[in-house]
Nanobody, 122 residues
Framework: QLQASGGGLVQAGDSLRLSCAVSGFHLDYYAFGWFRQAPGKEREGVACISSDNVTTFYRDSVKGRFTISRDSAKNTAYLQIHNLEPEDTAVYYC?????????????????WGQGTLVTVSS
């Protein structure tokens, strides 16, 4: 089970840290990703990280502003977001892939959290 939290209403330029608490499996052994879905749009990948933390991918529009990480002791994944933009407004989801490969394709992910809403005002 994955439980995302940390969203909220913020202003452009603010920072947020989204958390994804994991239960039922140890996050250390898994790749995972963060996705978002804005109203009326398809779900898209924003960041993912390989199980060994060696490889990360970021969506071009978030590079330099988003950082994906994990805390093994807390079995929790994070998405640190700086310099939020109105275009970042979306429901953000954490997810684990079905074949343990870090990709940006939502279809490759079998295990999803319930999402946390981030709203950025201009």
């Amino acid at each position: 089970q994955l439980q995302a939290s940390g969203g909220g209403l913020v202003q452009a330029g603010d920072s947020l840290r989204l958390s994804c608490a994991v239960s039922g499996f140890h996050l250390d052994y898994y790749a995972f990703g963060w996705f978002r879905q804005a109203p009326g749009k398809e779900r898209e990948g924003v960041a993912c990280i390989s199980s060994d933390n060696v490889t990360t991918f970021y969506r071009d529009s978030v590079k330099g502003r988003f950082t994906i990480s994990r805390d093994s002791a807390k079995n929790t994944a994070y998405l640190q977001i700086h310099n939020l933009e109105p275009e970042d407004t979306a429901v953000y989801y954490c997810a684990a892939p079905s074949d343990n490969k870090a990709t940006m394709r939502p279809g490759d992910y079998a295990y999803w959290g319930q999402g946390t809403l981030v709203t950025v005002s201009s």
